[in-house]
């Protein structure tokens, strides 16, 4: 058996690199480094608290695609969310709110709740 030790990194490829490093720092995430978007290597941002890393890869030859989202009736493969666990669900909706985040869906399931956001490119 493999031995994991972590989940080391989450990527995500965006599109408008602007708008997603200000939406990913509004959730809490610093900017690490850009080790060189337009290149096609990621922008790194790191939630301290939490030690969860995203690596934002780019650029994106597109603004959209095919759907592969979990709260949409129709799936495609791909890649689909990255899950954040908080410790309040009312402050994490008054969080959203005040910032003028939508929630676009949710879901319960063994104890747990889910809300769904978007980044910037959908």
């Known amino acids: 058996m493999l031995k994991i030790e972590k989940v080391d990194h989450v990527g995500i490829r965006i599109f408008d690199k602007a708008a997603s490093v ?9 900017f690490i480094a ?41 799936k495609h493969p791909g ?3 990255v899950a954040l ?3 309040s669900m009312h402050d994490t909706k008054a969080f959203l709110d005040a910032k003028g985040i939508p929630t676009t869906g949710s879901f319960s399931f063994g104890g747990l709740t889910a809300v769904f956001i978007r980044d910037p490119d959908g």
């Open 85 to 87: 666990r908080i410790s």
């Open 22 to 30: 200000a939406f990913y720092r509004e959730l809490g995430f610093d």
């Open 34 to 74: 850009d080790a060189g978007f337009d290149q096609g290597h990621p922008i790194i941002m790191r939630n301290k608290a939490s030690g969860v890393t995203l690596n934002l890869l780019g650029p994106s030859t597109s603004g959209g695609g095919s759907n592969i989202l979990m709260d949409i009736d129709e």
């Open 79 to 81: 890649y689909t969310h």
